[in-house]
């Protein structure tokens, strides 16, 4: 059996945890309700991929400016200077200026072109979508079950890693509305949790397709040295 090449998440102790890290070419959701540093840990794998590894990255972010996204992370240690050629962001206010260029053509097959030019032009290898319900909003999905099915197929077809951050309600423990939590190969989920004043920050991986993992909620730390999760 030929071993499954993986993508580092760059969270340190969740590599090991993950047999080395993500399999290439998976979907993964990373669902968490407001607050829960979704957008920083998925940026997290971008930049340290695009910094270390030389893997090129593009951030579409649907829901901030580019600024705000660049403005964060830099204040998380994760400046996009010198990254530029590697890491890109783009946001609606881009997409929408190319869709009046091309008003005849919808939404989602701009967005598809978008990435599948930077997809040709710097080969890159992962994709973050901010965020999924966005997308489907945005994209006046009629049938969401059978656009979503497309969707996925579409993402798998690319042959990118795929990062896909869904919104979770304030209170539901539901990751998602339309069956996306099935197509996906994995889900990270971050979750708040509440412990007398004290408020935690918790991940868990609850699937990964080819990967033998546990299943426990991991305490998620963040300081000067980046993410790490506590696993023992
Ligand atoms: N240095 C830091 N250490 C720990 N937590 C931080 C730090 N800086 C910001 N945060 C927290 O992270 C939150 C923002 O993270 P991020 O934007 O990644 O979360 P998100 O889940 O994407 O949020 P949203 O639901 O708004 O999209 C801030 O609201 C703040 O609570
Ligand atoms: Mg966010």
Redesign the pocket.
């Known amino acids: 059996m030929v071993a499954t090449k993986r993508i580092k998440t760059y969270i340190r102790g969740l590599d090991e945890h993950l047999q080395g890290g993500i399999p290439q070419s998976h979907t993964v959701l990373i669902a968490?309700?407001?607050?829960?540093?979704?957008?920083?840990?998925?940026?997290n794998i971008l930049y340290h991929n695009a910094k270390n590894e030389d893997r090129s990255g593009v951030y579409v972010t649907l829901?901030?400016s580019r600024e705000s996204v660049l403005d964060?992370m830099a204040?998380?240690g994760m400046p996009v200077n010198g990254l530029d050629d590697k890491l890109s962001v783009l946001d609606l206010a881009m997409i929408r200026k190319k869709l009046k260029d091309l008003s005849d053509q919808s939404w989602m097959e701009v967005f598809k072109m978008y990435v599948n030019n930077l997809k040709g032009s710097m080969d890159t290898g992962i994709l973050v979508l901010?965020?999924l319900p966005v997308l489907e909003v945005m994209a006046k999905f009629e049938d969401p079950r059978d656009d979503l099915f497309r969707f996925f197929e579409w993402l798998r077809d690319l042959n990118i890693t795929a990062f896909l951050?869904a919104?979770m309600d304030q209170d539901k423990m539901k990751f998602c509305e339309h069956g996306e939590d099935f197509l996906s190969d994995g889900i990270m989920h971050?979750d708040l949790r509440r412990d007398d004043r004290v408020v935690n920050?918790f991940l868990s991986i609850v699937k990964m397709r080819k990967t033998k993992h546990k299943r426990g909620y991991f305490p998620l730390i963040?300081?000067e040295g980046g993410f790490e999760v506590v696993t023992h």
């Not at 968490?32 to 940026?43: C, D, F, H, N, R």
């Open positions: 968490g309700k407001p607050g829960t540093m979704k957008s920083s840990v998925a940026y829901e901030q964060s204040g998380l901010d965020s951050i919104e971050l920050l963040f300081d």
